[in-house]
């Protein structure tokens, strides 16, 4: 195997525990700080190539967030590194009962092309942050980042602990064949299962970050100027390619007459008359991508956009209205700026479509009555929920990120980063004197002993009582 010798090489160092000390995990993440400082102009550059990325949003997503990543993770990783003491019964007043929060080992980390520097930054901090070497894998997909972060990242990084694999899919299937501590993977849930499978060889836990279809409730009971700025900001940004945007909205026909010009002012307020000359409208990665998301462009009609270039790979901030379940943009995640309206008759039918389908990465719901959206948000199962927004509930680092069924497994961000990393090691430190306190757990057995131990070891429910 072509990558047995740098897995060995990383575990090596694992094992020496170089990576263990917080101050080493600290220099670590800092360098990743200095990474994104040094390495800004070129990010910006990258991503402009491989995705039309407006500087602004990929200040914000590929640099911002993960800065914010970084500094919660410095700011808390001595608090999060400590022992975590626990409860202890009658018989173990005495002993010292705790959580260990231990590294995994040797990470692998696979990212996706849509965003590059954020996907595989952020889970990297936490495995840092957790004590692990890792493996990074990044998408040839977004080809021009991922010769940044090839050439660029090892420079600032530890090179017996960190390592940068290129390559597509033979070098992936290769890599994956090898043993890991953990995989943390962002993709599809196809590729996921692939991940998933690879990990079960070797009993390798995962965290899986996968996509689907974000439904997006509209009550007939809102806002419709801002419920169409909020759904066209977190449909179109990185031109559609984000796994946690809104994917179709759900809504009655009335609410649909109300929202197509609201949409169509918002489009044009953000992008202008011509969205394919504003310089903060994206185009799609790769010349499949675009095929596959044109075609989804026959679904219901094209109430606005709707326009291609494929020497470009541009398709316009694109709304479709009157979509129906089966046609073609219903079928898969739409990774593309493409809205579909589905029309449903009232809040119960919009929760039963949700339910009838995979569960998603986040639900979307809008409503001026706060009982609707708690209503969607308790009635539903999803990722993560954003009620009267889209998208923002992901720059919280103090909320966790991570998907459900078809949508993932595990979760992110913050302190649930380090958690992911980190294997909670259950620990009991008992004295070696005091043998008189163990004597009624060894045999020969009575009823008197266990009725000792009992009393001992014995949880009570709290406010308990008992009936004379």
């Not at 942050?129 to 493996?135: E, L, T």
Request: aromatic share 8%; proline share 6%; glycine share 8%.
């Amino acid at each position: 195997n072509p990558f047995a010798g740098l897995v060995s090489h990383l575990r090596a160092s694992w094992l020496s525990g170089k990576t263990r000390p917080m101050a080493y995990r600290i220099a670590q993440l800092e360098a990743l700080g200095h990474f994104l400082d040094d390495k800004k102009q070129q990010i910006l550059e990258a991503t402009a190539s491989d995705l039309g990325k407006a500087p602004f949003e990929a200040e914000l997503s590929e640099i911002l967030l993960c800065k914010n990543e970084l500094n919660e993770t410095l700011n808390n990783l001595s608090h999060w590194m400590k022992d975590e003491q626990v409860d202890r019964i009658l018989a173990m007043q005495l002993d010292s009962a705790f959580i260990r929060k231990d590294p995994y080992g040797v990470v692998l980390i696979i990212a996706p092309w849509n965003y590059p520097i954020h996907l595989f930054l952020v889970p990297l901090i936490g495995a840092i942050a957790a004590g692990n070497c890792v493996i990074i894998k990044p998408s040839e997909v977004s080809k021009n980042t991922e010769r940044l972060v090839a050439e660029a990242l090892p420079i600032y990084l530890d090179k017996d602990c960190f390592a940068v694999v290129t390559g597509g899919v033979p070098e992936t299937t290769r890599l994956l064949e090898n043993k890991f501590d953990y995989i943390f993977f962002t993709g599809t849930p196809p590729v996921g299962r692939i991940v998933m499978t690879a990990a079960a060889k070797h009993l390798t836990p995962v965290t899986l970050e996968l996509g689907g279809k974000n439904p997006c409730y509209v009550s007939d009971t809102c806002d419709v100027t801002n419920v169409a700025r909020r759904v066209a900001w977190g449909r179109f940004f990185n031109a559609g390619q984000t796994c946690i945007a809104p994917d179709y909205l759900l809504c009655t026909a009335e609410m649909q007459d109300k929202l197509l010009p609201a949409l169509r002012k918002a489009i044009d307020d953000f992008y202008g008359p011509n969205p394919r000359e504003s310089p903060d409208f994206g185009r799609i990665v790769s010349d499949k991508q675009f095929q596959r998301v044109q075609r989804l462009l026959s679904s219901g009609r094209v109430a606005i956009g709707g326009q291609t270039d494929e020497a470009e790979r541009y398709i316009a901030p694109t709304v479709l209205a009157d979509v129906q379940p089966s046609d073609p943009a219903m079928q898969e995640e739409i990774f593309g700026p493409i809205l579909p309206i589905v029309i449903i008759a009232n809040m119960d039918e919009a929760i039963d479509f949700i339910n009838s389908r995979e569960r998603p990465l986040a639900v979307y719901a809008f409503s001026s009555d706060d009982k609707v959206v708690n209503q969607v948000l308790e009635r539903t199962s999803s990722g993560g929920f954003c009620g009267n927004d889209t998208m923002m509930h992901v720059t919280l680092t103090s909320l966790p990120f991570g998907g459900i069924g078809n949508s993932g497994l595990g979760m992110y961000h913050g302190k649930f980063s380090f958690d992911t990393f980190s294997h909670h090691r259950g620990c009991l430190k008992r004295g070696m004197g005091r043998e008189p306190l163990n004597a009624p757990r060894y045999p020969p057995y009575s009823q008197k002993k266990f009725g000792i131990i009992q009393a001992a070891s014995k949880v009570t429910r709290k406010n308990d009582c008992t009936l004379l």
